[in-house]
């Protein structure tokens, strides 16, 4: 069974400039989770879904962060303008909808210049 | 509200000793309980969880954890580690419905020869 997938894992920006992630969850999980891990420290929600809604974004930033999952299954992650302090990575899960263990992607380490 | 508190940044130990990596959470509601260990350039992977029933919690590679409701802890232990479990480890509390799983700022086990 393939595991949760992420595109790309590495990025390389400079600074105001635009850039997508795309994650793509386990067939049959319900519940997606954008997530951003800064060095040294644990993993901090930005957006949660339930199939195709958003149920929890109260930490995203939306000034210039977006997401969306159209069709309830793959999800896109977007930053315009990129920022110095967007330097991260960002993890994607996913999981049932009605259980708790999650499942991780291997990420995208994001380097804004 | 919930809160996780990992009490070590870092964690070194010699190869075959014994180890604890100490985790203290706090909510004011019934909690779920997570261990997730995280390898370089990789995402979490579940090591164990505690649900409901038996408060010593079994989980993979040796690894188990004891869930301490009146301490309210949640300690990691191993008898004996290898080389090989040199990685990050997190401790998470969540709930059930609509809680988000929030993650402590993460241990690293660095196993010496």
């Known amino acids: 069974e393939a595991g949760v997938v992420q595109s790309p894992r590495y990025k390389i920006i400079e600074k105001k400039q635009p850039v997508a992630f795309w994650c793509n969850p386990i067939?049959?999980?319900?519940?997606l989770y954008w997530y951003l891990q800064n060095l040294g420290q644990g993993p901090e929600l930005l957006i949660r879904?339930?199939?195709?809604?958003?149920?929890?974004d109260s930490q995203l930033p939306k000034d210039r962060f977006s997401a969306e999952r159209l069709k309830g299954v793959d999800s896109t992650l977007k930053i315009q303008p990129a920022e110095l302090g967007d330097s991260a990575v960002y993890l994607c899960?996913?999981?049932?909808?009605?259980?708790?263990?999650?499942?991780f992607g291997p990420g995208t380490r994001l380097t804004v210049l | 509200a919930q809160s996780v508190t990992q009490l070590d940044s870092q964690v070194p130990v010699f190869e075959e000793a014994p180890v604890e990596l100490r985790c203290n959470y706090s909510?004011?509601?019934?909690?779920?309980l997570f261990w997730y260990v995280q390898y370089p350039n990789q995402g979490l992977q579940l090591l164990l969880k505690?649900?409901?029933?038996?408060?010593l919690v079994k989980g993979i590679n040796g690894f188990e954890a004891e869930f301490n409701k009146s301490q309210t802890s949640f300690h990691l232990r191993k008898p004996s580690v290898h080389i090989s479990d040199t990685a990050e480890y997190f401790c998470?509390?969540?709930?059930?419905?609509?809680?988000?799983?929030?993650f402590g700022a993460g241990t690293r086990l660095f196993v010496k020869a």
């Open positions: 899960a996913s999981s049932l909808a009605s259980a708790n263990e999650q499942f």
């Open positions: 067939s049959g999980h319900n519940t």
């Open positions: 879904y339930e199939n195709e809604e958003a149920v929890d």
């Open positions: 909510s004011s509601v019934s909690v779920y």
């Open positions: 505690y649900l409901s029933g038996s408060t």
């Open positions: 998470a509390v969540g709930g059930g419905g609509g809680f988000k799983t929030i």
